[in-house]
């Protein structure tokens, strides 16, 4: 194995076990609300169109570590559709709205 494809091989596991934390936690909690819907949904995108360029490439790590990519996006995207953390993100951003909107109104003129 020559040394660039052990680097590629090294980074690899690097970026993967750096996304476990990230995904045990999902997981388990259940709790997406930091994170964007539309986000997710342009990282999906991107993921899609960048494996149009990956897999033209030889087999090696990058194809390792992009499906790994590929398959944590999906599943964050996937846990955030269901477990309705779009729609409750909508009622705090209402909320907000509503607070700012009344602090505006009690503020003297």
């Known amino acids: 194995m020559d040394v660039a494809v052990l680097a590629g091989v090294v980074a690899t596991a690097m970026f993967a076990i ?6 045990r ?8 609300h930091s994170y964007s819907l539309g986000n ?13 360029y ?7 790590p990058i194809w390792i570590l992009h499906s790994f990519y590929v398959a944590v996006a999906a599943t964050m995207l ?3 559709l269901g477990t309705g953390a779009h729609r409750s993100d909508r009622i705090r ?3 907000r709205r509503v607070r700012r909107a009344s602090a ?3 503020l003297p003129v």
């Open 54 to 60: 990956v897999f033209t490439l030889p087999v090696g």
């Open 25 to 32: 936690k999902a997981i388990v909690t259940r709790d997406l």
């Open 78 to 80: 996937a846990l955030y």
């Open 18 to 23: 750096s996304h476990f934390p990230m995904l």
């Open 104 to 106: 505006h109104d009690a």
């Open 93 to 95: 951003a209402r909320a």
């Open 40 to 52: 997710l949904v342009l990282l999906n995108l991107a993921n899609l169109i960048y494996s149009l």
